[in-house]
């Protein structure tokens, strides 16, 4: 492959697309004929009609050299999913151009195109021409697939009978052995169990090894500092950052729970919410260590939750996840008999207090919802990034099969009696 | 990379307008999709059914049962040549059910596939020549007990009976292009999905599947083999099959009327194709 030649190449790739319900030229049948038929629109749009427009995407300038191994992170709804569905054709763009170098294949879902009523060797197949591999090559990475779904039993049953975790190895399977030049990720590992999931990912690793260009979307920091060399920071629909992963990861994390940044007030100024959670953070540590854990002390995790509209009676709960997503400690505002909250439009800080977290070093999830008592309306619903980080070293047995949750020191006197 | 000599496919975007040729190059390039889908489609379809594939046997033939009494027996519609009402109303219905199956296949066949099509790409015209050609299994059933009926009710097969598939192109055509304008207006207005019934019935009426072409006035000819072109595909099959007065020259009108509707029905789903995901 020549050296020179960028796998991926995007000039001004820009998405609009309408909001709303959709109702052609405000559900005029001669208008939408008119335009069928007659090409572009002549008459120009009111400005009525342009709000109603949202540039999902707007002025993407991509360089992607063959080999490389991209992420691309950002909040929900800034033109992620989007991106990749232009890259992959499976719609147009609204303006600009892109070339891509290569054989393209597109994992936008795991086993797209399955079908309940038919086996899981049929599906393999199905799915296998879907995704743009021959009869052949699937014929001939039969076993492999086979072999890497971990499903041997079950081949000759229908997978509708199959459990969710079945299935999405089943359709993790058929992917990791299609063999493009180009692959296009979207957040698919984030589904089956852990095991396989890491498994899913130590696959994606060996492919990014293998000169393969990748582009892959996820909202698992981790996933993304191990896969990608450079990242991608899309914030509403426009490239913010593109630099070395650490980098853009880090800024990326460290604004998501800062202070409301500039960046992040406009692409969510339009949005209406009750309230919301911004970030979160240790409350005391030093500005390094303001998500991680390292002593037996004390820990505060200051949760920042911002009100937009008066909340007449309120609750939250929080939730930590260790690595293996195992849930290991939760808490809600009412505990203790302390009853709902009532909170004026504000910024707040919800401290939970714990004496300590004896953890085994990790990542460990944390994750916060809040509710509106009346109705028990959910408010917002928040995996907090980054993630809380303990680096307590560990006391426990040095086995790994005597390894517990808990990571505590302990004294040992021994006495006669 | 892999052999390095291998030269690398270009996938070129960008925005679309107006009409454009159908990449037929692609197109083949992905066949053997095409017959995976249609093979799924089988598969579904007859999958949880007793009857299975006796049902492609069974629609024509409970309709032929029903006309045979309805407009044979009791309002004696007349059929030509003395050729027995229950064979001439058979010898329509098995191509008019394949007609209107296709028809209606291809006309739901971007909304039903919406899942698909919104996560993968592939070239979409795949997916209505994929149920029609499901629908053709169905149709090389219906239609070899259709062959065992006529010389059962004693007519001799003759050299016509070879023109079936020229008529069969012709009736897939038309079914494509009106099907394809339909799935394509149907990505904008799902009010086409309920209008379809109706409008595959009230074509049936205006088809001589019930009754013979020759009840047509001979000053409304040109009008009816120009708007309806099932017209002449059902007189081209009772023709080749039970020795009927062959089409007139009123068939190129039929010919004609197909290739407009398949040919504008292909550039329109072209162009709905490019963004109906953003829709779907």
Request: glycine share 10%.
């Amino acid at each position: 492959m020549s050296a020179e030649q960028p796998a991926i190449a995007a000039r001004g790739l820009g998405k609009r697309y309408r909001i709303g319900t959709y109702l052609p030229y405000g559900g005029t049948l001669r208008g939408w004929m008119g335009d069928l038929l007659g090409g572009r629109r002549t008459a120009a749009p009111s400005p009525d009609s342009v709000s109603k427009f949202l540039w999902a995407l707007k002025d993407i300038d991509l360089e992607i050299p063959a080999g490389a191994v991209i992420g691309i992170v950002g909040r929900n709804g800034v033109g992620k999913s989007t991106l990749l569905k232009i890259l992959s054709r499976i719609t147009d763009p609204t303006e600009g151009t892109a070339e891509l170098h290569g054989k393209v294949a597109s994992l936008l879902e795991v086993g797209t195109g399955f079908h309940g009523e038919l086996t899981g060797r049929e599906n393999i197949y199905l799915n296998g021409a879907i995704s743009g591999m021959t009869r052949a090559e699937v014929d001939r990475r039969f076993d492999e697939i086979v072999a890497f779904s971990e499903l041997e039993q079950f081949l000759d049953t229908p997978v509708k009978r199959y459990s969710s975790g079945m299935y999405v190895r089943l359709g993790f399977a058929v992917a990791a052995h299609l063999d493009p030049d180009i692959l296009l990720v979207d957040e698919v590992l984030a589904v089956g169990d852990l095991s396989f999931q890491r498994r899913c990912l130590n696959h994606m690793n060996d492919v990014a090894r293998t000169g393969r260009t990748v582009l892959f979307v996820s909202h698992q920091m981790t996933a993304i500092r191990r896969l990608c060399t450079r990242t991608i920071w899309l914030e509403a629909g426009r490239i913010r950052d593109f630099g070395p992963t650490g980098d853009v990861v880090a800024r990326y994390e460290a604004e998501s729970l800062g202070s409301q940044a500039p960046g992040e007030s406009g692409s969510h100024a339009d949005l209406t919410y009750k309230a919301r959670y911004l970030g979160w953070k240790r409350e005391g540590a030093a500005d390094e260590n303001a998500h991680s854990v390292s002593d037996l002390d004390p820990v505060a995790l200051r949760l920042k939750l911002d009100v937009r509209e008066p909340v007449a009676a309120g609750y939250g709960g929080i939730e930590i996840f260790d690595p293996e997503d195992k849930l290991i400690w939760s808490g809600a505002s009412y505990d203790g008999g302390r009853g709902d909250l009532a909170l004026a439009p504000g910024t707040y800080g919800l401290v939970y207090t714990l004496p300590m977290l004896p953890l085994k070093p990790g990542a460990y999830k944390l994750h916060a919802s809040f509710y509106e008592r009346e109705g028990r309306r959910l408010l917002d619903d928040w995996w907090a990034s980054p993630e809380l980080i303990v680096s307590l070293p560990p006391s426990s047995h040095s086995q790994d099969e005597w390894q517990g949750i808990l990571n505590l020191p302990c004294d040992l006197r021994v006495e006669r009696e | 990379m892999t052999e390095a000599t291998r030269p690398l496919d270009v996938t070129r975007i960008r925005a679309r307008s107006g009409w454009e040729a159908l990449d037929l190059r692609e197109l083949w390039s992905r066949r053997e999709l095409l017959w995976f889908l249609a093979w799924r489609d089988i598969r579904v379809r007859y999958k949880q059914m007793v009857l299975g594939a006796g049902w492609a046997v069974l629609q024509p033939f409970i309709q032929m049962v029903v006309f045979t009494v309805v407009f044979g027996e009791l309002l004696q519609v007349p059929t030509e040549d003395g050729i027995p009402y229950t064979l001439y109303s058979f010898t329509a219905l098995v191509p008019w059910s394949l007609f209107a199956a296709v028809l209606a296949g291809t006309a739901s066949s971007l909304t039903a596939n919406a899942g698909i099509l919104n996560k993968v790409y592939f070239p979409r015209l795949l997916i209505p020549l994929a149920s029609a050609a499901a629908r053709l299994v169905d149709f090389g059933i219906a239609f070899v007990i259709l062959l065992g009926m006529v010389p059962a009710f004693g007519i001799g097969l003759t050299p016509n009976a070879l023109w079936v598939p020229l008529f069969l192109l012709l009736l897939l055509a038309c079914a494509l292009g009106v099907g394809l304008w339909l799935s394509a207006v149907n990505v904008y207005l799902r009010d086409v999905q309920i209008l379809l019934p109706f409008l595959v019935q009230l074509w049936q009426y205006a088809s001589p599947v019930i009754y013979s072409a020759r009840e047509i006035p001979d000053g409304w000819r040109i009008l009816y083999y120009g708007l309806n072109p099932m017209a002449g595909v059902l007189v081209g099959f009772r023709w080749s099959l039970l020795g009927t007065p062959a089409p007139g020259p009123e068939i190129w009108i039929s010919v004609a009327a197909t290739a407009l509707v398949f040919l504008t029905g292909t550039m329109m789903f072209l162009r709905v194709q490019r963004t109906m995901v953003d829709i779907l």
